[in-house]
């Protein structure tokens, strides 16, 4: 017979009361979920800072201080980045909304084009209805992506609290993320601290390492879109640069959305840049699944592919993009958790 001593009822109580004012002021997810993602991905930089000694003392920085130095030298590196790219590329967004009507008109005026010249040929009807229906999805599609994609940033960038409440949160995430994790281990009784230690730890170790995996992967993914647009001669590469880091964060799906617009406006220059538009993003993706991702991701996650869609199923179901970029390593989270509950039952 289980027995529950009343200090364990006090702290049941005290996790649903916690989860339950949670699930009531959804408002704060953002905000802790990106102050989480920032303090995994500073964390090494961070530690770093505190295992090199000063010179000439040879002592090690405080934690905090090493916060505020990270802190410091991103605020820098982002600055020099967005200095050098943030004019060009303000100059081809704003050229590519100028162009957008026009574009979009082209793309009608080739599909129509290409219609008579079907017909010419006696391909059946219901062949010119459904290529209509494809690209005029596709296009639609993507001008609603981009829409989402300047709504969002807008009201990311209006949100100033959470501007405010982000950098406060990760300092406190990477300065007191230990003290945090006891205070958590506190509310468990006594028998099952050293497992609840374990899967934390453990669970710390996964999420770190597809984190930093994943910005990495993002970025090195959305250069070699970037490069291989402006090589092929598509114009606007810097906004299919972004476009396809950005998509790389959602799985399964993310690649295929971000290749749509490069394709469309290959599409708008003739057929043959088209072919090579295509070829690229096929080539692009095995390079991806067979080189980049191995490399960097490693054995972080491993996760079956059908495991990966569905939960990507379930968190667009349930969270909508965010639940999408988050599947991945929920999934890798329940993996844990029910490999140490399952080695414990046995």
């Not at 961070?46 to 000439?56: D, G, K, L, Q, Y």
């Not at 026009?102 to 059946?124: C, F, H, Q, R």
């Not at 950005?246 to 399964?252: A, F, G, N, Q």
């Not at 490693?298 to 667009?316: C, E, K, N, T, W």
Request: glycine share 6%; proline share 5%; hydrophobic share 55%.
């Amino acid at each position: 017979m289980i027995n529950i001593t009343t200090a364990n009822w006090v702290r049941i109580v005290v996790i649903i009361a916690v989860l339950y004012l949670l699930s009531q002021v959804t408002v704060i997810y953002l905000p802790v979920i990106l102050s989480l993602v920032l303090a995994f991905a500073l964390n090494p930089l961070v530690n770093f800072f505190i295992a090199v000694p000063i010179w000439p003392f040879k002592k090690h920085l405080p934690r905090g201080v090493a916060v505020l130095l990270s802190f410091f030298c991103v605020t820098l590196f982002i600055y020099g980045v967005l200095a050098f790219l943030l004019a060009p590329f303000i100059v081809e967004f704003y050229k590519f909304l100028a162009d957008l009507p026009a574009l979009v008109s082209k793309l009608k005026g080739i599909t129509l084009e290409i219609e008579k010249n079907a017909y010419n040929i006696a391909i059946p009807d219901n062949i010119h209805t459904i290529v209509e229906q494809l690209v005029s999805g596709a296009t639609s599609y993507s001008l609603d992506l981009v829409k989402r994609m300047v709504n969002t940033a807008f009201n990311f960038a209006s949100g100033v609290i959470e501007l405010v409440v982000v950098p406060v949160l990760t300092y406190y995430f990477l300065k007191d993320g230990s003290c945090l994790k006891e205070e958590f281990l506190h509310l468990l009784p006594y028998k099952s601290k050293q497992k609840a230690q374990e899967i934390v730890e453990e669970m710390s170790e996964v999420i770190s390492q597809y984190i930093r995996g994943q910005i990495l992967v993002s970025f090195v993914i959305g250069l070699m879109v970037f490069a291989g647009m402006y090589i092929l001669g598509v114009d606007y590469p810097m906004i299919l640069g972004l476009l396809a880091m950005l998509t790389e964060t959602v799985p399964i799906i993310g690649p295929i959305v971000g290749s749509i617009p490069a394709v469309l406006l290959a599409y708008t220059a003739g057929p043959a840049l088209t072919v090579k538009v295509i070829l690229f993003y096929i080539v692009i993706h095995q390079l991806e699944n067979h080189i980049v991702v191995p490399k960097i991701m490693g054995h972080s996650i491993a996760i079956h592919p059908v495991m990966i869609i569905i939960s990507f199923l379930i968190g667009g179901k349930l969270f909508g993009v965010v639940g999408m970029m988050l599947a991945v390593p929920a999934a890798a989270l329940i993996r844990v958790l029910i490999k140490h509950l399952w080695d414990k039952e046995r």
